[in-house]
């Protein structure tokens, strides 16, 4: 499943997306285009990881409102890059921390629980 946001987003619409993502879904990733077409190595890798533990995740495309969507994504995670991981509303990280994560044989844990 992905979202695919309009085109024309402010910063509040993306904030209330943002709301509305995180608390309808178990596991999102904020990324660079899209689970079939990601759009930098970074939110490959973050596919990647995630895809080998779990099924079922939401993806949302944050390219047609960068901007808007980092400084929304900043409120709930204090990060401001991209990729960022969600689960169960609580920010796991970035390709990084997800890396991080399966090294130790704990993501699919943090995925799951």
């Not at 970074?42 to 079922?56: D, T």
């Not at 960068?66 to 994504?73: G, H, I, N, P, T």
């Amino acid at each position: 499943m992905t979202f695919q946001p309009d085109s024309d987003l402010d910063a509040e619409s993306v904030e209330k997306q943002v709301d509305e993502t995180l608390d309808s879904n178990d596991v999102v990733l904020f990324m660079k285009g899209n689970r079939l077409m990601p759009q930098c190595g970074y939110s490959s890798k973050a596919v990647e990881l995630i895809g080998s533990h779990v099924e079922e995740f939401e993806t949302v495309d944050v390219l047609p409102a960068l901007d808007e969507y980092r400084a929304a994504l900043e409120a709930h995670s204090g990060w401001e890059t991209i990729p960022q991981t969600y689960v169960d509303g609580e920010f796991i990280g970035g390709s990084d921390i997800l890396e991080e994560l399966e090294e130790r044989g704990e993501l699919e844990t943090e995925l799951t629980a």
